[in-house]
């Protein structure tokens, strides 16, 4: 079976069958994305009723649109699917420009029932007999914010202006929930995330992980590739697949199953075989995957990759203007068995003194210091620009939790000279963590608009560090450095 | 249907891989184990050499610390007639007779595969309470030598071989016996399951012990 992925990614117009113009249907919502994103290509509404939707010109059956078609979204009854496919046959005969289907629609083999299996099989027979390329069936769809292309039926809420940005997260998902909340959470964050390609998977009738993973892996606006995994049937593969990567670029993988029920819960929702979960930790381990927890460590540390500098070590210096939360953040770089705070030059200490106002606490402990709620913005940032320059400190974990008499809309702007106009984000690892909620959200959103990514809270920060530490640790193994510390 | 190897050959086929195991003699009859017993240096181990009696010590079929002829005599009865008594079906073999191993750090080292990812090999915390401490750490193979070590000081075990308890042990010999491990299971694609346990890993240094299995069990495709 030929390729296809570039036109998965940047598919010369795009038809959408089962297109609505009513807003409570999913067909309505995915041409409404297509034109949002501003798809710069022609969008083919097909309803078997209507003229047009949602403004646009629709047709009765693919058979007869004029133009070139290289994608085809499904988003009609699942029970259509004999009528859908006799029609892309009949294109195919006259026209043969169909490179791949996103099928959206749902009830198909993950049902487990035999109508479904065999909606499933007809929708893979006919593909195949084309040389076209299927994206589900059960997914909500495919997004690429290069070439300008969303067919997810995912309302995120996302200002039209940030829409078709482009990041360096590229995002493999199992599931269309997840995959959905993921893009919904991460529109709602100071600066919304920019996915670069972003693919639900579904039942995975053909494309699956592997061909994603190795498209991914040569694709160069991809610098880090997020996994949602319940499981694959064959993990040695898999796990092959993602060592050949890791090498090059940094996978992040949420990967559920760990207790005994989550796995045969993932194993009845994707009917894959969830595996030893052991068994994939300890592989993961081996080839540097880096395994997550939770959803928001999985969105911290795609997130951190993507914008932040690798650290070189485990070598983190907690500088915080408040001590509750420096105590707090200390607690969880100690969490870390790859985090250490180590001691500064003697001459560092010396600046931080003069700079700092003269209640804070320097070096107690070691690695670690309290500027304490009399800073202002110049003492934060000189601080900062001081620690960084420190030769023993590989990263800085930065905490402040904003007074009122500390003016943010400055402190945002400093910040911004120094690690951006002034380069020192090329110099090391900062991660920021302005606490918190609506009353920094301006503050944070200015930072993370120069591409620099912010923590709500500290132990977030250092969950995200542990995870850059433990990579770059990984790159340095393979790539012949000592492994012993 | 899957095999078992009896001890001694499973003891054999890791010693052709330079996997360091203790001395052993199989024997078919009293007789015989009293003739190749004084050929030995006591004190010695005495065990059931079957390869359906995987928990020799539940089954009464192992004793130690022998130290005469005459309980070499005795012992023998003794194996042979518990384990008719713990499985009448067993495979009887022999008694196999060991050189008593100097005692060591116990570790497990093993291998299992894995129906979806294949050979997986393991190291850990040995002795009879393996499933008790779990505490083990596992790597596909084939293993490098980075990832052998990754593995070790994955385990708790690393801090005891790093010298927690005032000793340090032979890191370098169970790297080695992990890479070979792995080496055999790359070659000889028969083998289901490895499982050594213990494996006395000595003191760090000093003429460079290093280290011996002392039980080994393998199963075959």
Redesign the interface.
């Known amino acids: 079976m030929n390729n296809h992925l570039d036109s998965l990614f940047n598919p010369e117009n795009i038809a959408v069958v089962g297109a609505s113009n009513n807003p409570l249907k999913a067909g309505y919502v995915i041409v409404q994305n297509l034109i949002n994103i501003g798809y710069p290509k022609k969008i083919f509404p097909i309803n078997i009723k209507e003229d047009h939707i949602c403004g646009i010109k629709s047709y009765r059956s693919l058979y007869d649109i004029e133009d070139k078609v290289e994608m085809v979204v499904l988003i009609m009854p699942a029970g259509a699917i004999f009528d859908v496919m006799k029609d892309i046959e009949n294109r195919m005969k006259s026209k043969n420009d169909i490179k791949v289907i996103v099928c959206a629609s749902a009830d198909f083999a993950e049902t487990k029932t035999p109508e479904g299996i065999k909606r499933q099989n007809h929708l893979i027979e006919i593909s195949k007999k084309y040389g076209i390329r299927i994206v589900g069936p059960n997914c909500i769809g495919v997004i690429d914010n290069v070439n300008r292309v969303d067919t997810t039926f995912v309302e995120t809420l996302l200002p039209k202006e940030s829409r078709g940005k482009k990041g360096g997260i590229s995002f493999i998902s199992q599931s269309g929930a997840v995959a959905a909340s993921l893009l919904m959470s991460g529109a709602s964050q100071p600066a919304p995330i920019s996915f670069n390609k972003f693919v639900s998977i579904g039942n995975m009738a053909d494309i699956d992980f592997i061909d994603l993973l190795k498209y991914f892996e040569n694709d160069e606006d991809t610098k880090v590739i997020g996994l949602y995994l319940e499981g694959y049937?064959?993990?040695?593969r898999l796990?092959n697949t993602i060592a050949e990567i890791t090498v090059k670029k940094p996978v992040v993988v949420l990967k559920v199953g760990r207790s005994e029920k989550g796995a045969s819960a993932a194993s009845s929702h994707t009917g894959s075989?969830a595996?030893?979960d052991?068994?994939y930790d300890?592989?993961f381990?081996?080839y540097g995957v880096i395994r997550v927890d939770t959803l928001q460590e999985l969105m911290d540390t795609m997130q951190a990759f993507d914008s932040l500098k690798l650290p070189d070590d485990g070598n983190v210096f907690v500088l915080s203007q408040a001590g509750g939360p420096g105590i707090y953040c200390t607690d969880a770089v100690s969490n870390q068995n790859n985090l250490e705070m180590p001691i500064i030059e003697d001459i560092t200490k010396e600046k931080l003194k003069e700079i700092a106002p003269a209640m804070s606490s320097i070096c107690k402990p070691e690695g670690y210091a309290d500027i304490t709620a009399a800073a202002n913005v110049r003492h934060h940032v000189e601080s900062l620009k001081v620690i960084i320059n420190d030769s023993n400190v590989s990263s800085v974990l930065f905490i402040t939790v904003v007074p009122t008499f500390l003016p943010q809309d400055k402190l945002a702007e400093k910040m911004i000279d120094l690690l951006e106009n002034e380069g020192y984000r090329n110099k090391k690892s900062v991660f920021i963590s302005i606490m918190s909620g609506n009353y920094v959200w301006e503050c944070r959103k200015s930072i993370e608009e120069k591409g620099i990514y912010t923590f709500a809270s500290p132990d977030q920060a250092v969950k995200a560090l542990a995870n850059m530490v433990r990579y770059s640790k990984y790159l340095k193994?393979?790539k012949g450095g000592s492994?012993?510390e | 249907m899957s095999k078992f190897l009896n001890e001694l050959e499973a003891n054999k086929m890791l010693s052709s891989y330079k996997i360091p195991m203790i001395k052993s003699i199989a024997c078919k009859t009293k007789e015989e184990t009293v003739i190749e017993a004084k050929k030995m240096r006591f004190p010695l181990a005495m065990k059931i050499l079957s390869p359906h009696i995987q928990h020799k010590t539940d089954a009464g079929c192992v004793f130690l610390n022998v130290s005469s002829t005459k309980e070499v005599e005795e012992n023998y009865e003794k194996i042979i007639n518990n384990a008719k008594s713990y499985d009448k079906n067993a495979r009887i073999d022999g008694v196999l007779l060991q050189e008593m191993a100097t005692e060591g750090l116990e570790v497990i080292i093993g291998m299992k595969k894995?129906?979806?990812?294949?050979p997986?090999a393991m190291v850990g915390m040995g002795g009879i309470y393996v499933e008790v401490f779990n505490d083990i750490?596992?790597?596909?193979i084939p293993i490098k030598?980075?990832?052998a070590?990754?593995?070790i000081r994955?385990t708790k075990l690393y801090k005891i071989i790093q010298g927690a308890r005032g000793i340090k042990y032979d890191m370098e010999c169970l790297v080695n016996v992990i890479l070979k491990l792995s080496e055999m299971v790359e070659k000889q694609g028969e083998i289901q399951e490895i499982d050594i346990n213990p494996f006395f890993l000595y003191e760090e240094g000093k003429g460079g012990k290093g280290g011996k299995g002392v039980d080994a069990l393998i199963k075959l495709s």
Do not use: H, T, W, Y
Request: glycine share 8%; net charge negative.
């Open positions: 049937s064959d993990g040695r796990i075989l595996g030893s052991v068994v300890s592989a381990k081996q193994r393979i492994a012993n | 894995d129906p979806q990812f294949g997986v750490s596992l790597r596909l030598k980075d990832d070590e990754e593995m994955e």
